[in-house]
């Protein structure tokens, strides 16, 4: 996985699923039932235990930890729920909101966080499986802190509100949050991730000139500010076809994309300046074994002409996946060695 994320020879891609530890998994629900969600997080045995599960169970090659990308701004002073998605109590959308914003350790206000890290690091060492840190962008996070919880309609009024009428609140806020990102992100680091992912889900959301002006700078920032020399950088931005060159300047390693995104274009454009993390559409793990194989084989070729390839899917594993046929995605990953 390392290899792969730094353009280095491989045999084959790895393989593992974002959100692979999750409902669809028996053993997973069994863990969780009866524990609040962020109680869950909190909880350094059951997170241990369900981030491990994907190994043993359906055949990934890296750990992610198990978390939610509103965590550390849990310690920034935000109150919040999840019901079942982040909820704020109180919407940020004041200049003193966001300078009332704490910027503290992380170590010291999510512990709990790097002593999870620091037991799979160890659970996983002799094995060699990398473990995967990560955490929410700062428009992502922002579009949740502004509109008060999240907004299916993707449109975020208050945030482009503010966007347009205050523009150096908005520039505020997400500067105070890429900051600690970029010690959040080295904290894990420190407690032993080796590649750290940065989700900015909602960023495909603005067109391509809002992107360069909002958040390319910020993401920029986070990139320069990261111990990529211990852990490279994956940035996923889900449904973002138009946004793919733009986000060739972030200064990540590696690009994470969604299923909408043709592979075979993103590998041409993309040649030896990064590496590449994608893309099977979830809902394709339904339709069977067969299926899942050809299609694996397909994206793998189409990836050729990028420096390096980490199979995954477009988004994160649905709750209502089959176990078969997440075994069936990485069956296929490891086949692709053998040509079988």
Known sequence: MLRACRGEPVDRPPVWLMRQAGRYLPEYRAVRAGVGFLDMCRDVERAVEVSLQPIRLVGSEAVVFFCDIFVPVTGMGVGLDFAPGPVMKEPLRTRAQVDALRLADPRETVPYVFEILRRLRRELAPDRIPLIGFAGAPFT??????????????????????????PALVEALLARLAEMTVAYLNAQIEAGAQVVQLFDTWAGALDAAEYERWLLPVTKAIAAGLKRAEAPLILYVNDATHLFDLTMESGADVLSIGAAVAMADAARRAGRRVSLQGNLDPAELTRGRAHIFARVKEIAEAAKPARGLILNLGHGCLPDTPVEGVRAFT???????TNE
Request: proline residues 6%.
């Open 141 to 166: 996070l922002a579009t949740y802190l502004v509109e008060g919880k999240g907004d299916p309609t993707r449109r975020y009024p208050n945030l482009r509100r503010l966007m347009r009428e205050e």
């Open 331 to 337: 069956d296929a990953a490891r086949a692709l060695a």
